[in-house]
């Protein structure tokens, strides 16, 4: 009887962090160019998704900036206005939401209203139905593969705690850039 030869193993390559831009690799800390790098991967894949969710939902052709902003204009069925979106949304660049507010506005998803000098936004009945059947979507596409339990939930809990804590350190050290 012939042995059969064991197939040799691999030795594990050790390659370092993966990230994006090796050059910035901190010695202090490499973990935070992986976290950078995956938050990249990550946002790409979140934005693709929203914008897919909601073509699926029948509003086809929306960024995934627009998605966003009737989502939130939609939040709490509070009229909102720019400041107020811009602030929730972390963004400076108020020009970008309000072509997004302006865009769902010409598809009638989103409603504004003059109150004395300022102007709110709403999402319309045809936004909320856009919105109910992404909600849809998302429990059939997202929350049924995530299949999360107790113990995933906690985890995913302390990531979004994480990611609230580093944008906070994101944006004082983009103040402290600004003043160099």
Avoid at 140 to 153: G, H, T
Wanted: net charge positive.
């Amino acid at each position: 009887m012939k042995s059969e030869a064991k197939p040799k193993s691999k030795a594990k390559v050790d390659s370092g962090p993966i990230v994006s831009s090796a050059h910035l690799v901190s010695a202090q800390s490499a973990e935070m160019s992986e976290f950078e790098f995956g938050l990249i991967v990550a946002g790409n894949a979140f934005h693709r998704w929203v914008a897919h969710c909601m073509s699926a939902s029948g509003l086809k052709d929306l960024a995934p900036l627009d998605v966003l902003v009737l989502h939130h204009v939609t939040h709490r069925a509070r009229d909102k206005r720019l400041a107020d979106i811009c602030f929730i949304m972390n963004m400076e660049d108020t020009h970008l939401v309000n072509y997004s507010l302006k865009k769902l506005q010409s598809l009638g998803v989103v409603a504004s209203q003059k109150n004395g000098k300022e102007v709110t936004y709403a999402a319309t009945d045809m936004g909320r139905t856009y919105v109910e059947r992404y909600r849809e979507i998302r429990e059939s596409c997202l929350m049924d593969a995530l299949k999360a339990d107790d113990a995933l939930n906690r985890d995913i809990g302390e990531l979004a705690r994480l990611l609230r804590v580093l944008s906070g350190m994101y944006d004082q050290a983009a103040r402290s850039a600004a003043s160099l």
